[in-house]
């Protein structure tokens, strides 16, 4: 499973990379917005640092102004994913942008006929929002399921699942349970990861009793 990190803060990003764990970034919209930067400058700075896909999303609405803004910013570096809605206008800019060889994220994906649909326009990958639809009472980790089912009955769709709106480290553990492909996770949420009480717990005493064997190894 890969492990995106959902953010725009370049500092933040930076440390993750640090571990090596990190395949990739997603921004979006709000998530520029509050780092109070330029949107294009941030995303060749994140490019920098992440080999891997980074996306970044177009803020027309329209077929045509999604396509001029994807191919703009398809120009800041070779790792930009472009990121669109999924509108009927949204896919097709998909269709003519992965046709011109770009990737493209196929972003606000709550069905999982959107998701065919996405896959069926050509995505490199789909964001199913799992922690916006549990927010309203269903059961986002459900989407993730039967967009796996359904891309599973046909080999032909190559869209990778990526499943956004993580709320929680239990959400992480959920989708790569029902084969997710990626996860873009919140900076915190990727750190909580790591956090096990038994894990410090037995450090400490491994460390205790190491030193009373008067012992080094370097
Ligand atoms: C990622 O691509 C999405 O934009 C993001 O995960 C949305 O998360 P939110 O529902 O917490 O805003």
Request: glycine residues 8%.
């Amino acid at each position: 499973m890969k492990f995106f990190v959902d953010t725009a803060d370049v500092a933040v990003i930076k440390e993750l990379a640090a571990t090596g764990l990190l395949d990739g970034v997603t921004t979006n919209p709000s998530l520029v917005a509050k780092v109070g930067r330029d949107f294009k400058t941030v995303i060749r700075e994140i490019c920098e640092v992440v080999p891997g896909p980074v996306s970044a999303e177009v803020a027309a609405t329209d077929y045509e102004g999604m396509v001029a803004e994807g191919r703009v910013l398809a120009g800041i570096a070779k790792n930009v994913c472009i990121k669109v809605p999924l509108t009927w206008d949204g896919l097709r800019a998909c269709r003519t942008l992965t046709a011109e060889g770009h990737m493209v994220n196929v972003t606000l994906c709550f069905s999982a006929n959107q998701a065919l649909l996405a896959a069926k326009a050509g995505a490199t990958f789909v964001s199913p929002f799992i922690g916006r639809l549990d927010d309203i009472g269903l059961d986002g980790m459900e989407l993730i399921r039967e967009i796996r089912v359904i891309y599973d009955n046909y080999p032909e769709l190559t869209t990778e699942i990526l499943a956004a709106s993580i709320r929680t480290v239990n959400h992480v553990k959920q989708a790569a349970m029902v084969g997710a492909d990626v996860a873009t996770i919140p900076p915190a949420v990727l750190q909580a990861l790591v956090k096990h009480p038994l894990t410090d717990i037995g450090l400490r005493q491994f460390v205790a009793d190491w030193e009373k064997t008067g012992q080094k190894i370097l």
